[in-house]
């Protein structure tokens, strides 16, 4: 079945510190990548589509200068959450949909656990 | 706007004990209905996909349903290691295959 890596899955650091994420499709190509944050007890929230050799668009309220999204392959998009403070503490998770089929459904990493002192 | 809601926000089960939790959808257009199941600390992990009203799918103890306005996914004998959240999403046309999810129904079940 289709797998997505998500690396690092835990991150402790200072304030101030910029973080990068890493999302891969091992087996399959992803045109669009998706990032999402959940709070605890809470859904997932839509941040960012990330889209193959173009822009990113994010979701309304969204900073994209704080939130840098590169998608620089068809296997690879990176989250990099830039000066980070506490209050970006969260579990980010992405998700990749295999570019062959669009009725396949996306297939999420196992998230990334990001703590700000 | 489009929107998901699903009930109940927790739902405590003894093992066999059957259940149903429910789904209700808003969106302008369904492309699909997706359960997806959660276990703490991982990422989601893709259960069913349906696209119209009146399609069912099943396995193994899970059956999902969709009607028009709401999706079911009916739990049979459940046993513990069906504890995890339950999320619910739905995609529209024309939305670059975004996902809306609902709040999920964290399932525990008790032997």
């Known amino acids: 079945g289709a797998v997505v890596s998500q690396h690092p899955s835990w991150v402790i650091c200072k304030s101030g510190t910029s973080v990068k994420i890493e999302c891969r499709s091992l087996d399959f190509q992803a045109t669009t990548m998706f990032w999402y944050r959940q709070f605890p007890k809470q859904s997932l929230m839509l941040m960012a589509t990330s889209n193959e050799g173009s822009k990113a668009t994010y979701e309304q309220g969204v900073e994209k200068d704080k939130f840098l999204i590169n998608h620089a392959s068809l296997t690879l998009s990176t989250l990099t959450v830039t000066s980070a403070h506490p209050e970006d503490s969260s579990f980010y998770i992405c998700?990749?949909?295999?570019?062959?089929?669009?009725?396949?459904?996306?297939?999420f990493g196992d998230g990334t656990r990001l703590s700000i002192l | 706007e489009d929107q998901v809601t699903q009930s109940p926000e927790a739902l405590r089960l003894q093992e066999g004990e059957s259940s149903s939790l429910n789904c209700s959808y808003t969106v302008s257009g369904l492309r699909g209905l997706f359960w997806y199941r959660q276990d703490p600390g991982k990422g989601p992990e893709f259960l069913f996909t349906?696209?119209?009203a009146g399609e069912e799918k099943e396995k193994e103890r899970l059956k999902a349903t969709l009607t028009k306005k709401e999706s079911f996914l009916h739990i049979t004998a459940p046993k513990p290691e069906d504890s995890a959240t339950y999320l619910c999403a739905v995609q529209g046309w024309n939305q670059g295959g975004k996902l809306i999810f609902g709040q999920g129904t964290e399932l525990s079940v008790k032997p």
């Open positions: 998700s990749a949909r295999d570019l062959g089929d669009s009725n396949q459904p996306q297939h």
């Open positions: 349906l696209y119209s």
